[in-house]
């Protein structure tokens, strides 16, 4: 009786789970089936709806600015949908090539700016994007440009407009260049910490901040050499775009209370007087306005228009045929496997070995936006590119916001080195950082001991002192490669070593002080890379861009997704505590967010299996 009631519910069970079953599969391959039956609809039912007459392309860069999509495009496609804690990113490629091609297209009337969610962006992108307004404009069309308020980035892409209009209670701030830094000795002596730095160069500042309280004198006199010749550029060129007085911006940054006072506090109006703006209107004047000046959509409640998003969706590539390819070289310089928007030694050689096996890629440029990192990875990527470079290929390297340091490494080995007059680049130094805990251990009453068979058994133990002896290798290690460097730079640039050495030392340049010291070789824009790649390749015409990108696999984006949440929570708890150990009371939630994330980087970087990193690192960024 007992089997026979088992053996029915087994029965029971069994048939449930095949109409489940049967059920799930049903309802994916309708799924399926609708997808099909929707691309076939798209492919022959007509394409893309044609855009109708005096069309008004609207550039709402909403999201980070950024050369790549971390992560790559899948992951790309989920964060610009939304999510709470996705972060919508906007391609600097992607804005350049919906400008281009809507300054040909006839169906495309002028374009609407709208500038509140642009976020990001380093010097040489934004000009990038200013340039590209321009040749907008040269083709006879115009631009409108709108913000509730415009940052310093903001501002400088918007001031290229025909028409520049603000929100009435709006703001345009523009504040220069530099900021102060946070320096952790005394906090790293307080705790225990000795952070040990082994570097060449006089200039190589990256690690100043965990072994002093203040810049030295060498750092203080490259900043400011940096910083003015940067600041200097973009006064000019927004006086320039907005027809304004030379000197116009300082002085009005100058006296800016008594301005203020002179119009009761009114930042808008302000910005009207001294003619940053051309005018203050609301986001519903504005449409009234473009409204009155084109066509009504099919509602007639606004002017005919298509968002940047959609016009980028119908821009197609050509597939096949001659091409040149483009590899991405983005964010901080490792040794092994990266995803897009960072670099691997390994990934990013083997995305350079790809497109010089490809027979149709006749040329590759470098697009280099990097700090540096680790020297060995650097080297792998500039050794691939030699490899191209003797197989026949040309290669071109195109410079964005920085290319320091291990960025300039992996740019030695090119036909041409093109660089942006406001690009970070230099930085040709070396260091290496030791931090040991000994006095931690003392703190808390922890004591380690052992009989290792040779001094060096435990040298890189960080609970003990540095022994003096170990730094000694270490600081030869850090020599010979700066050695390398200089020599691979003297080489590259057909210079006397002694001569790379004297503007060497660890500085940084801007792209167009780095040409007047001969450590690159034109001034110039991604576009003029291109060109430059094509001519050396002899292809003629509207040559076919392909960019050679690694797509994880759907192990490495688990793991990236769960990884990526992990470090979230573990910086949550870090917050916490340092909240209560080491940041007083009422500091600003954004400098204790800062000083985490320095001191997190130092950890970062010493947290390898090998002994010791040598980096190749400025820790800089493009200013703000």
């Not at 609708?34 to 492919?43: D, F, Y």
């Not at 495009?73 to 989920?78: F, I, R, V």
């Not at 030295?216 to 006086?239: C, G, H, I, M, P």
């Not at 001034?523 to 015409?541: E, I, N, Y």
Request: proline share 4%; hydrophobic share 45%.
């Amino acid at each position: 009786m007992s089997r026979s009631v088992a053996s029915y519910l087994r029965g029971g069970v069994s048939r449930v789970w095949r109409f489940i079953d049967a059920s799930r599969r049903a309802v994916l391959n309708l799924i399926f089936l609708a997808i099909v039956i929707a691309l076939l609809v798209a492919i022959f039912g007509g394409g893309v709806k044609p855009l109708g007459n005096k069309t008004m392309l609207v550039l709402n860069l909403n999201g980070q600015l950024v050369e790549q999509t971390p992560g790559g495009a899948k992951l790309a496609a989920l964060a610009n949908l939304g999510e709470e804690d996705g972060r919508r990113f906007v391609q600097l490629r992607d804005v350049l090539r919906v400008l281009d091609a809507a300054a040909r297209d006839p169906q495309i009337a002028g374009a609407v700016l709208v500038m509140d969610e642009m976020e990001g962006g380093g010097q040489a992108m934004l000009r990038e994007i200013a340039a590209g307004i321009d040749r907008f404009q040269a083709s006879g069309k115009k631009v409108v440009a709108w913000g509730s308020s415009y940052n310093q980035r903001q501002y400088q892409v918007a001031a290229h407009a025909s028409e520049v209009y603000l929100h009435p209670m709006g703001a345009v701030m523009l504040d220069g260049f530099g900021q102060y830094r946070n320096y952790y000795r005394d906090a790293l002596d307080k705790l225990g910490i000795t952070v040990n730095l082994i570097k060449v160069g006089t200039f190589k500042s990256a690690a100043e901040p965990y072994i002093g309280n203040g810049p030295s004198e060498a750092a203080r006199e490259a900043d400011a050499y940096l910083n003015n010749d940067l600041w200097a550029r973009y006064t000019q060129e927004v006086e320039a775009a907005r027809k304004l007085p030379k000197g116009a911006i300082m002085r009005t940054i100058d006296t800016l209370p008594e301005g203020l006072q002179a119009v009761g506090g009114d930042l808008a109006k302000l910005a009207q007087q001294v003619r940053l703006v051309d005018g203050l209107k609301t986001r519903d004047q504005i449409r009234e306005m473009v409204l009155q000046r084109g066509m009504p959509d099919a509602e007639g409640k606004s002017f005919r228009q298509v968002g940047f998003d959609e016009y980028l969706a119908r821009l197609r590539q050509p597939m096949t045929g001659d091409a040149i390819g483009v590899v991405m070289a983005v964010g901080e310089i490792g040794d092994g496997i990266a995803a897009p928007g960072s670099i691997g030694g390994l990934s990013t050689s083997n995305l350079i070995r790809l497109a010089r096996e490809d027979k149709s890629i006749k040329a590759i440029v470098l697009r280099v936006d990097s700090p540096g990192g680790s020297a060995f990875g650097s080297e792998l990527i500039r050794r691939e590119l030699e490899l191209t470079r003797a197989a026949g290929k040309p290669v071109v390297v195109s410079m964005g916001n920085v290319a320091a340091s291990g960025g300039y490494w992996i740019s030695m080995a090119a036909d041409e080195v093109i660089a942006d007059p406001t690009t970070i680049t230099g930085s040709i130094g070396v260091f290496a950082l030791f931090p040991t805990v000994d006095k931690v251990m003392d703190k808390v009453g922890i004591h380690s001991a052992g009989q290792p068979t040779t001094w060096l058994g435990d040298a890189a133990n960080p609970t003990r002192p540095l022994d003096p002896r170990f730094g000694q290798v270490l600081q030869a290690a850090v020599g010979h490669v700066y050695g390398d460097f200089t020599r691979r730079v003297a080489q590259a640039r057909k210079m006397p070593v002694e001569k790379i050495d004297a503007v060497a030392q660890g500085r940084i340049w801007t792209g167009a002080q780095a040409k007047e010291r001969g450590l690159v070789d034109t001034l110039g824009s991604f576009g003029d890379a291109l060109k430059s790649a094509a001519r050396r390749a002899k292809l003629t015409g509207d040559t076919r861009i392909v960019y050679i990108e690694r797509e994880g696999s759907k192990l490495d984006k688990l793991v990236e997704f769960f990884g990526g949440s992990a470090a979230q929570a573990v910086a949550k708890a870090l917050t916490r505590e340092a909240g209560v150990a080491l940041v007083p009371a009422g500091m600003p939630l954004g400098v204790a967010t800062n000083a985490a994330r320095e001191l997190t980087w130092l950890n970062e970087m010493t947290a390898h299996k090998k002994p010791f990193m040598t980096l190749t690192h400025c820790l800089c960024t493009s200013p703000q």
